[in-house]
T-cell receptor, first 108, second 114 residues
Framework: GQQVMQIPQYQHVQEGEDFTTYCNSS?????IQWYKQRPGGHPVFLIQ?????EVKKQKRLTFQFGEAKKNSSLHITATQTTDVGTYFC????????FGTGTSLTVIP | NAGVTQTPKFQVLKTGQSMTLQCAQD?????MSWYRQDPGMGLRLIHY???????DQGEVPNGYNVSRSTTEDFPLRLLSAAPSQTSVYFC?????????????FGPGTRLTVT
């Protein structure tokens, strides 16, 4: 069946370092979404990418959608303690398929 | 707007008991869904609905039933609770706005089955 994997599962960084999480799907996706979940909270929508090769930026966050629409990445520049949480990708292929998530810890 | 609300916040069940998790949204969203979240496994789709009267199965539907009699409500029923259903359950709603299906999540229900 459909699988969406994310790596790494955990990442610890010093504040100010960069962070990247990667999302890979076993099949082609119609679009990809990214969500952030703070500890103890619920997922919150960040962005949606639709086009092959699309790149979008939100302040220090850069999102990419692969040319084959089977992979995506989220890059955070100069992490801050407010970036702590778990980042999920979610691909659409008839229904939503969430990735396994990357838990980010930022050490002050 | 209250957004997406879920009740209860916490629940403990014994094996074999049944119960209904409530979900409501006041945003007039067509699409609603239920997910379960387990450590290391992300969110897995249980059931979803694209409008009142229409439901469909997600990745992990076994042991759960849903119905969608109104646009606002989308309850999830556990027929006979099992320890494997211990999880955090999230309800979400979304609508297509300029091609974007942003999902709004409720605060979650933490369920323990003993």
């Amino acid at each position: 069946g459909q699988q969406v994997m994310q790596i790494p599962q955990y990442q610890h960084v010093q504040e100010g370092e960069d962070f990247t999480t990667y999302c890979n799907s076993s099949t082609t996706l119609s679009n990809i979404q990214w969500y952030k979940q703070r500890p103890g909270g619920h997922p919150v929508f960040l962005i949606q990418l639709v086009k092959s090769g699309e790149v979008k930026k939100q302040k220090r966050l850069t999102f990419q959608f692969g040319e084959a629409k089977k992979n995506s990445s989220l890059h955070i520049t100069a992490t801050q303690t407010t970036d702590v949480g778990t980042y999920f990708c979610a691909g659409t292929a008839g229904q939503f398929y969430f990735g396994t998530g990357t838990s980010l810890t930022v050490i002050p | 707007n209250a957004g997406v609300t879920q009740t209860p916040k916490f629940q403990v069940l014994k094996t074999g008991q049944s119960m209904t998790l409530q979900c409501a949204q006041d945003m007039n969203h067509e699409y609603m869904s239920w997910y379960r979240q387990d450590p290391g496994m992300g969110l897995r789709l249980i059931h979803y609905s694209v409008g009142a009267g229409i439901t469909d199965q997600g990745e992990v539907p076994n042991g759960y039933n849903v119905s969608r009699s109104t646009t606002e409500d989308f309850p999830l029923r556990l027929l006979s609770a099992a320890p494997s259903q211990t999880s955090v359950y999230f309800c979400a709603s979304s609508v297509r706005d300029r091609g974007v299906y942003e999902q709004y999540f409720g605060p979650g229900t933490r369920l323990t089955v003993t």
